[in-house]
């Protein structure tokens, strides 16, 4: 069932070859989509998490608390009944849910809020960026690109907005197009003039393509660089040289190029050994990058990033115990395809769900919170689900500006809300 997505040599490979020769620097990860998994994610109760927090220990503690030392004085209800500490207060519960904010859209792979609040969301195989607005969504979209739309993991893949959007109104999407007999993928970007989107321009061209593994999770660090995943395009051994872009995360400035302080002085290299990658997210204390990997038939992992580091891929997948890769913070057998990540940073969900890591997977459609710990935040104190969509994969997950969590499908977006349950 979930192994479709995992394979490291999938069917398609055709275009694959075809597009090996690309070079250059990036190109991402991405979206994979084999609809097989969704049929079978079984049922899923919307809910999961019984979120009971710190607060309910009500038990051992409440029966000798209760007593009643203070006799005479209460003229009160003193009286016979059940002593209240016996009243077995309902406790309450608090789960996630999510509710559908967005329908009718397609294949949603990436979120970004701008700051008057307007939600920008691409469409992979249309190829659309999108605004959802005020409660509207706008009838026809910023752009239309181009994209390869016959492939499982290709398409409109990434889009970020410029750090200082406001000022600067500028919109970062990756995607993978077609020139001549080859797909090859590309960051490009273009200003925003009124509604519609202003003259493309490229920020990272010709990056390798494939059915699979074209990565494209782009995102704005706080260093205000874009980092650019680009998964392996099934070229496994590429992601172990140093020159081609594939099974990469690259990491430029606004207009492409290459950073002063990248870990390979004129590379766009930030880390190396990625099979594929679907997500990226910055801790919100420590501006360190974080991924979400696809493994192949097993380990699929999450990774807090190192410059210049290197995951394994295909040396290794999960934990190698080998000083020369670096190992992932979770793994997952069977895979679940993790997908997009935030940092929760709204006030909407209850305070155990605050600086949190979330992150979305595919197979299962759950959305997984973990929380990390010691002084890098490298180490995993807890992890759980917290919620399961019903029959759908989460692909993106983002942060609101009205303090809730949004996810990404194959069919809309949903945020994330509180209930509390007795
Ligand atoms: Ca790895």
Known sequence: M???????????????????????????????????????????????FSACGPTPTASPTAPQA???????????????????????????????????VVQGVEWVTALAFAPDGRLFFTERLKGTVRVFQDGQLSP?????????????????????????FSNAPWVYVYYTYRQGQSNLNQVARFPLEGQQAGPLGVVLDKLPAAGIHNGGAIAFGPDRLLYVPVGDTTQRDAAQAPVQPAGKVHRVRPDG??????????????TLGHRNMFGIAFHPQTGRPYI??????VDDELNLLRPGGNYGWPRFTGV??????????????????????????????????????????????SLHMVELGGPAQDQVVR?????????????????GPDGYLY????????????????
Do not use: W
């Open 383 to 399: 992890q759980e689900v917290v919620l399961r969509l019903l029959g759908e994969g989460i692909i993106s997950v983002a942060n």
């Open 2 to 48: 979930d192994t479709t997505h995992g394979l490291p040599f999938p069917t398609q490979t055709r275009e694959a070859e075809q597009t090996a020769s690309a070079y250059r620097f990036l190109h991402g990860a991405l979206l994979h989509g084999p609809s097989a998994a969704i049929a079978s994610l079984g049922l899923a109760a919307v809910l999961a």
């Open 257 to 270: 190029g290459v950073p002063d302080d990248n870990p390979f002085p004129g590379s766009t290299v930030y």
């Open 320 to 365: 190698a115990n080998d000083p020369r890769y670096v190992d992932p913070l979770l793994t997952y057998t069977p895979n679940i395809a993790p997908t997009g990540i935030a940092f929760y940073t709204g006030d909407k969900l209850p305070p155990q769900y605050s600086g949190r890591l979330f992150f979305g997977d595919y197979n299962t459609g």
């Open 66 to 100: 209760t007593v009643t030392p203070q006799t005479a004085a209460s003229p009160t209800p003193t009286s016979t009944a059940a002593p209240p500490s016996a009243t077995p207060t309902p406790t309450p519960q608090i789960v996630l849910r999510a509710e559908p």
């Open 292 to 297: 979400t990997e696809n493994g192949p038939n």
């Open 140 to 164: 026809e979209p910023v752009v239309q690109l181009p994209v390869v739309s016959n492939l499982p993991e290709a398409g409109l893949l990434g889009l970020a907005l410029h750090p200082d």
């Open 407 to 422: 996810l990404g499908t194959r069919r809309g977006i949903h945020r994330v809300v509180a209930v509390e349950i007795r």
